[in-house]
């Protein structure tokens, strides 16, 4: 008879990549590590303002995948992130943090035949519906209004 002795560890620290493909979102790319045992059954996500106190930060709990996105974060900002893998023991130490600047969400006037960008914006909305109904009738209209300025008396 042969009896086989596990033992069970908290999980190796992941490593993670981030990237800003659009304004206001970060995307967290995780890589668990191959010798874990038992299994990875999710993650521990953490980001802050990056001069802001971790204390303060806010956690998005995971039970599956290595693709997330972080959302309704403000424009042009920096924002540390860390990373923290949980199996059946527990959750591993966190990771380094990485910062990374979100993107900012540029205005184009078009005046002619000629494209400027004018602005970046420094925060997000409130809300996606507050960006939908009104910054882009906003950029609407004041395009109209540089396409036909000999319309307006």
Not at 9 to 33: D, M, Q, R, W, Y
Request: glycine share 6%; hydrophobic share 40%.
């Amino acid at each position: 008879m042969y009896i086989s002795i596990y033992f069970l560890v908290l999980p190796n620290t992941p490593k993670f990549v981030l990237a800003s493909e659009e304004p206001g979102v970060l995307g967290v790319s995780i890589f668990p590590s191959p010798q874990d045992i038992p299994p990875i059954t999710g993650y521990k996500i953490q980001w802050k303002q990056d001069e802001a106190s971790w204390k303060h930060a806010r956690e998005y709990l995971t039970s599956a995948g290595n693709e997330f996105l972080i959302q309704d974060l403000d424009f042009d900002t920096d924002y540390a992130v860390r990373v923290s893998a949980r199996n059946e023991i527990g959750f591993s130490n966190f990771s380094e943090s990485f910062v990374q600047k979100t993107k900012g969400f540029i205005v184009e006037n078009i005046a002619g035949d000629s494209k400027v960008l004018s602005s970046t914006f420094n925060k997000s909305p409130p809300s996606r519906q507050k960006t939908f109904w009104g910054t882009p009738y906003i950029v609407m209209i004041a395009t109209w209004i540089l396409r036909h300025p000999n319309m307006i008396s």
